[in-house]
C-alpha cells in the first residue's frame, strides 16, 4: 500500500516557478514509477512527467518538455515537479500517482495509488 501526500501549489505569475512535492509512506515506495498529471474543470486528466522506479527514464509531455523537471529523493521518499516559466494554460490541479511499472505511462488508468491534489494558478 501506498499513499501520497501532494504539496507546494499556490497562486505565480506567469513566467514565474513554483515546485511540487509529492510525499510517499511505504516500505516499497522506491519499487514504484511515479507520475504527475494535471485537471482542470470539466477536461480529462492530462499526463505531464513520470519517472521510472530507478530514478533512470523521465518522459514529459510535449507542453511541458524544457519547462517542467521531475526527480525523485529515495532517502526521503518524495517525487518532485519543477515547473519553471509557468503559463497561464499550466493553471490546473495537480496530483502525483504511482504504479509498479509497464507501459503506457502516459495512460492514468494504469496508475494505481493516487494523491489529493494540489492547485496551482498562474495568472498573467
Known amino acids: 500500500q501506498v499513499q501520497l501526500v501532494e504539496s507546494g501549489g499556490g497562486l505565480v505569475q506567469a513566467g514565474g516557478s513554483l515546485r511540487l512535492s509529492c510525499a510517499a509512506s511505504?516500505?516499497?515506495?522506491?519499487?514504484?514509477?511515479v507520475g504527475w498529471f494535471r485537471q482542470t474543470p470539466g477536461e480529462e486528466r492530462e499526463f505531464v512527467a513520470s519517472?521510472?522506479?530507478?530514478?533512470?527514464?523521465?518522459y514529459y509531455a510535449d507542453s511541458v518538455k524544457g519547462r517542467f523537471t521531475i526527480s525523485r529523493d529515495y532517502t526521503k521518499n518524495m517525487v518532485y515537479l519543477q515547473m519553471n516559466s509557468l503559463k497561464t494554460e499550466d493553471t490546473a490541479v495537480y496530483s502525483c500517482?504511482?504504479?509498479?511499472?509497464?507501459?503506457?505511462?502516459?495512460?492514468?488508468?494504469?496508475?494505481?495509488?493516487w494523491g489529493q491534489g494540489t492547485q496551482v494558478t498562474v495568472s498573467s
Open positions: 511505504g516500505r516499497t515506495f522506491s519499487t514504484y514509477s
Open positions: 500517482a504511482a504504479r509498479r511499472g509497464g507501459s503506457h505511462y502516459y495512460a492514468a488508468q494504469t496508475y494505481d495509488y
Open positions: 519517472i521510472s522506479w530507478m530514478g533512470g527514464t523521465t
